[in-house]
């Protein structure tokens, strides 16, 4: 089965930085292209960044309004997906979840909060 574990959330001021992680199990991770998303209260869920599997050299792309401040990155060896976030705003605030484009499964997700 497959199972997605979203962790390293939290509450931090404007300007900090989180370090987000998803430990995947129950397929191949290299295989998959891996995906962060976010959910706002009130809010769709929207996609923040991507990121390529070990077929598609690992590329990437971001949300707009997070470019040059979150860096998506996976260990394939851990099958582990993370999410560098810097520089955080209020505008930030969410539950974030990971997830690949063919999977349809979601887990808890992780709340960060960005607030003075």
């Known amino acids: 089965q497959v199972q997605l574990v979203e962790s390293g959330g939290g509450l931090v001021q404007p300007g900090g930085s989180l370090r987000l992680s998803c430990a995947a199990s129950?397929?191949?991770?290299?295989?998959?292209?891996m995906r962060w998303y976010r959910q706002a209260p009130g809010k769709e869920r929207e996609l923040v960044a991507h990121?390529?599997?070990?077929?598609?050299?690992?590329?990437?792309n971001y949300l707009d309004s997070v470019k040059g401040r979150f860096t998506i990155s996976r260990d394939n060896a851990k099958n582990t997906l993370y999410l560098q976030m810097n520089s955080l705003k209020p505008e930030d605030t969410a539950v974030y979840y990971c997830?690949?484009?063919?999977?349809?499964?979601w887990g808890q997700g992780t709340q960060v909060s960005v607030s003075s």
């Open positions: 997830n690949a484009p063919s999977i349809s499964s």
């Open positions: 129950g397929f191949v991770f290299s295989t998959y292209s």
């Open positions: 990121i390529s599997s070990v077929f598609g050299g690992g590329s990437t």
